[in-house]
């Protein structure tokens, strides 16, 4: 039994009361089912990124919808920002490794987001917002991560979270910190907690050869994006800058993954599919292309504002 087992068992024998049916250890984990690169692009303002998880991945990935990795030391590379533009029916995560964006939108929320700091936006009915960089000089490094809403919440109310990086739980074990931004891991309840989808949000920092296990329910769809080093899963190599995805095997009791013998820093993304049609025109994602329509005619009426 792995030590970060270890740890993950006698926190839950504590809380045993508490939970029922949630395993604690992982003995048939999750294999590779393919490795992605992610495409360069640019968003916004000639932002400089890395979109990971692709519009032709969004079935498979479900409830996920975009995944942009963003790390540079020019900046060229993002200092354009992203300014005023609109969302509908979903939820964008924002986590930074460094650097400060200001957020402002039309909901009237605004804040500013720095290193290991997260903003949770739910776009809801919609939005017009800016995420802008409030450095001149520096790197700037960090995710954004879209999260589905289920069709009955697409058109709920916006609304908007800070979350500073203290405020992120922790969770550890030897050779392993996890700051827990949704869901849980080693017993500890992490910062976001969301019904229905059930994400589940980790930043992995692992020490060289350290592992790491998740019990997570087979039907929930995951991933994982090596940051910095590299790792293996299920004996699948997993080098810096790419994304796992794992299988769904219907025996498969969770996520088990080694670092390599620099260490690694990962994120893990999970998440029950919401089995729903998805619809996107840019940065509306309904479920029909009627309610698309509906989203652009708001927008150009000035009905997200
Ligand atoms: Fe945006």
Same mark, same amino acid.
């Given at each position: 039994?792995?030590?970060? !087992? ?6 839950? !024998? ?12 992982? !003995? ?9 690169? +992610?495409?360069? !692009? ?8 890395? /979109?990971?998880?692709?519009?032709? *991945? ?38 930074? *490794?460094? +650097? ?25 009915? @919609? ?33 908007? /979270?800070?979350? #500073? ?36 949000? *980790? ?28 790792? /293996? ?20 009791? @969770? ?18 599919? *919401? ?7 840019? #940065? ?22």
């Amino acid at each position: 039994m792995s030590t970060a !087992t270890a740890t993950a068992t006698a926190t839950a !024998t504590a809380t045993a009361t508490a939970t029922t049916t949630t395993p604690t250890t992982v !003995t048939t984990p999750r294999t590779v089912e393919r490795l992605v690169q +992610g495409q360069a !692009t640019s968003d916004g303002a000639g932002v400089k990124l890395v /979109r990971v998880l692709t519009q032709n *991945l969004q079935r498979r990935l479900d409830p996920f919808l975009m995944l942009d990795a963003f790390g540079t030391d020019n900046p060229g590379d993002y200092i354009g920002g992203f300014p005023d533009h609109p969302h509908r029916g979903f939820e964008t995560v924002s986590y930074m *490794l460094d +650097g400060r964006m200001r957020h402002r939108d039309s909901a009237g929320h605004e804040g500013l987001v720095g290193p290991g700091g997260v903003q949770w936006m739910t776009a809801g009915r @919609g939005l017009v917002h800016s995420e802008m960089p409030e450095q001149q000089a520096g790197r700037m490094e960090g995710f954004q991560l879209w999260l589905n809403l289920p069709a009955r919440d697409k058109m709920r109310q916006p609304a908007y /979270r800070d979350i #500073p990086a203290h405020e992120i739980p922790e969770a550890s074990a030897p050779g392993v910190r996890v700051r827990v931004i949704a869901g849980q891991a080693l017993g500890v309840a992490g910062a976001m907690q969301r019904e229905v989808t059930e994400p589940v949000f *980790l930043d992995l920092h692992l020490e060289p050869g350290a592992d790491f296990e998740l019990p997570l329910p087979a039907g929930h769809n995951a991933f994982v994006y090596v940051y910095r080093g590299a790792l /293996r899963i299920a004996g699948t190599p997993v080098p810096q800058q790419r994304m796992a995805i794992l299988a769904n095997a219907p025996q498969a009791d @969770g996520v088990a993954l080694v670092a390599d013998a620099a260490g690694a820093r990962a994120i893990l993304v999970a998440g029950q599919p *919401l089995n729903e049609p998805i619809a996107q025109y840019g #940065p509306f994602v309904m479920n029909t292309q009627q309610e698309i329509f509906q989203a652009v005619e708001d927008f150009q009426t000035g009905r997200l504002a």
